[in-house]
Every structure is written in C-alpha cells, then in structure tokens.
C-alpha cells in the first residue's frame, strides 16, 4: 500500500515529530551542554552567575563598559539592586510585574550571563582541552600503568634469607653500580640446599645499614596497576562473554520440552526483576558470611585480589536472566522444519547447534551483546554499592571515577570531559559491533 503525501505528513507530525522533538530536548542539547562544560574548570558549585558583586567593581566592569548599550544596561540593572547598605549589588530572584511579583525566569538568567560574559565576568573558565589532556598525562588513576612495589623496608630487620629467584631477578638486576652488587654478594651468599642466599651473621652496623639502604633501593618488582581505564576494559570483557555464553547455554535447555521449564525461566529471570542495591546488599551478606565458611576465604570484598571477581560474578548472575530470555525469544523464531530436515540428513546435535541454530540466532545474538556491552561501560549502582570502588581503586569503572570528580572533588568540568570521552567511546564500540554483526546475520 502506497500512503500519499498527506497521510505520511500526518504521521510524521503525530509520531516522528514528537519522538524528534524529545530526543533533542533529552539528548541532543543536554550533550553539547555537556560538550561546552568538558572545556571549563567549573567545580559544579559556583553559579553561572556572580549573585553579588561589590559596588566599585559592578561600576567599574559592568555599568561603566554597558554605557554605549543603555538597553543591556537597563536590564542588568533590573535584576541586580544595590544593597541597603551601598556596598554592593545582588542578584534578584523576585521581580515587580505591576502589582504582582514574579521570580526570574531561566531564559532571564541566561540573558543576564550572555551580558556578563560580553563584559569579562563569568564564573566559568574556558581553558580548553586542558581536561582531556589531564585525563592522559596527570591522573594516575585513569590510564594503566606500570609500578614499582617495593619488597624491603630500610627500618625493618635485614632478611636473613632472600630465595634465590627474588635476589636475583629482584634485586641484583636493578643495581647499577657493579660496587653494590659486589657490597651485597659479600654478606649475602648463596644456599643451594634451601635455593636461598642467606645473610653473614657476623655484620657491623655500619654495613647493615648501607645494605638496608641498597635494598630498600633496589629490591622491588614491577606491577600492573590497570586503573580506571584497565578494570572497566577488564569488566566489560568478561561480562560480555560469561554473562552471554551462561545465557545461551540456559535458554538451549530451556527451549527443550522439560516440564518445569516455565518456573526455571521465571527463577533465571527474577534476579533481574530485583533492584541492584537490593542485589548488592544481598551478595554482600553471601560474600561477608557464607563464601567465608563454605571457602575458607575471610575476606572478598575488601580484598585488591579478590574484589574484581566478586563485583564481576554479582553482575554476571543478575544479567544473564534478561539475556537468556531474549535468547529464548530468538531460538522460538527458528522454523521447527529446518532442525527436522537437518536431523533427517543425518547431522548430529553438535552440527545442528554449529551449522544451524547459531546462524539463525544471531540477531538475537546482535542484540544481547549490544546490550551487554552498552551496560558494562556504564555499570555503576552494583559496583558503588558492593565495593564504593574500593579497595583503593581496584574495582572503580570509569562512571565511578566520572562520579567521584563530580561531587566528592567538585570538579564537574573535569568529570563532564570524562563523561563526554565514554560516550564517544560507546558510540565507538557499539557502533561497530553492530555493523559486524548485521553483516553477518542470516536472513529467515
């Protein structure tokens, strides 16, 4: 059926338009708002404009550089009033209308910061792409990077054994100057029972103290810290692929005709139902409680080894349950009549999974991992209610991070830059996981 012009004009304005119109409204401004406050050092907490200015610099920067344009002068001079005391001038909120009295509108107060701006007087400064080029030279716990974690301590007692693999590789690889490693090898000697370079007993104190000093220098070994960026790379891989690979492998036996398949989609399904804080407060019973006396393990949540699993095994169990049934929607969509065909020519279960199933299920496919990866760069409730980022920041995604800077270190331009760079990246990412996936779909 071909719809004239006037039918397609109709539903554009009842359907297209309104859709348009609040996707400007709720993204589109919002995001080039956010554009314009990435390049700015404002802390979130100065308003866009001074709420009081003292009387000689109001005159001298305001009412004395406006005097060529008596109308912007008027109207800044309606809104800021001199005060009872004629030491300053202070923004208004309440204007007279007459009789009536009204409070200052936002498209006034926008005015009034245009002029104020034209002047020289904002509280917001422009400094360019100085937040985006602190994200990648000074935070220290954005980017991934290379640390030294040092194995002695000059105050502590000299180790009387060192193991043979740590003295060497740890200490005697990182001294430079051939006079300190001969100085060490001359109290430390080799055991090749224990595998172990053992300490001369017999030592002077001013020896023991150059030989506290050189290790402490040298005795380190080189550690990955991941930051930031290193752990929300690292949760978002995993998650995608367990989280995916569990639901599909759910929703293959879910799909058969077992009797109680409806009441095991609705249990796989319910974690997903519950609120994340609800899910968080609930694992953390389980991770401070029960894993401790069925693992023998005390600690998880508060342990730099351990957390990351922690936090990536809760996200994992309470998002498999919605994919699994998006799964199941893209199995049912499968005619019945090709797996009977391939089963009649002979192909085993394992070719019907490969050769037929898995074809057939990737928009399904397409969807959940587009899901599945918009959510993992984005995870933040789960996270800041199981570990609040800690220990240290070993579990801190950059939607954390991105809170952090905002509102415990004020620094909403820095953390609007942030934000505007994980945008792009998900715009990045999913985008091109998308288009190669449509292009590998198989049409029915």
Not at 359 to 366: E, H, I, Q, S, V
Not at 374 to 397: E, H, R
Request: with cysteine; hydrophobic share 45%; glycine share 4%.
């Amino acid at each position: 059926m071909i719809a004239s012009k006037r039918t397609k004009a109709f539903y554009f304005c009842l359907f297209l338009f309104p859709a348009f119109f609040l996707y400007l409204i709720f993204f589109i401004i919002p995001f080039f708002q956010g554009i314009q406050y990435s390049f700015t050092d404002w802390n979130g907490i100065i308003p866009d404009i001074p709420l009081r200015m003292d009387k000689i610099s109001f005159e001298a920067q305001v009412i004395n550089k406006l005097r060529h344009c008596q109308k912007e002068l008027d109207f800044i001079l309606k809104y800021y009033l001199l005060d009872e005391d004629g030491e300053g001038y202070s923004l208004t909120n309440w204007i007279k209308n007459g009789p009536e009295t009204r409070q200052i509108t936002n498209q006034e107060r926008r005015k009034l910061k245009q002029i104020l701006k034209s002047v020289g007087i904002s509280s917001i400064k422009f400094i360019g792409f100085d937040n985006y080029r602190d994200m990648f030279r000074h935070d220290e716990r954005f980017l991934p990077r290379i640390e030294r974690k040092y194995l002695f301590n000059e105050f502590d007692d000299l180790p009387e054994t060192i193991p043979a693999k740590t003295f060497k590789k740890n200490l005697l690889h990182h001294i430079s100057q051939k006079a300190d490693q001969e100085f060490i090898l001359k109290f430390y000697k080799f055991n090749p029972q224990e595998s172990s370079y053992s300490l001369n007993k017999s030592i002077s104190d001013d020896h023991a103290k150059q030989l506290k000093r050189i290790i402490s220098e040298n005795m380190y070994q080189k550690t990955l810290i991941p930051g930031v960026i290193g752990f929300t790379l690292y949760f978002a891989f995993f998650n995608i692929i367990f989280s995916n690979l569990l639901a599909l492998i759910l929703a293959l036996i879910l799909d058969t005709k077992m009797k109680t398949r409806n009441f095991l989609r609705s249990v796989f399904f319910l974690p997903n139902v519950l609120s994340l804080i609800i899910v968080a407060f609930i694992w953390s019973f389980i991770f401070r409680l029960i894993l401790p006396a069925l693992t023998g393990i005390s600690v998880w949540l508060g342990s730099v080894d351990l957390a990351p699993y922690a936090v990536l095994m809760v996200t994992i169990w309470q998002g498999c349950g919605y994919l699994m049934i998006i799964y199941l929607a893209g199995l049912q969509t499968i005619p019945v009549e090709i797996t009977e065909v391939t089963a009649i020519d002979g192909a085993n279960r394992w070719q019907r999974l490969t050769r037929v199933t898995l074809p057939l299920l990737l928009p399904a496919m397409t969807i959940c991992l587009f899901y599945s990866l918009s959510n993992s760069l984005k995870t933040f409730d789960v996270i800041m209610a199981l570990t609040s980022g800690g220990p240290g920041y070993v579990t801190t995604p950059i939607v954390l991070d991105i809170y952090f800077n905002a509102f415990n270190n004020n620094q909403f331009g820095y953390a609007t830059a942030k934000a505007v760079f994980l945008c792009l990246i998900i715009m990045i990412v999913t985008g091109i996981q998308l288009f190669l996936m449509k292009k590998r779909e198989v049409e029915l």
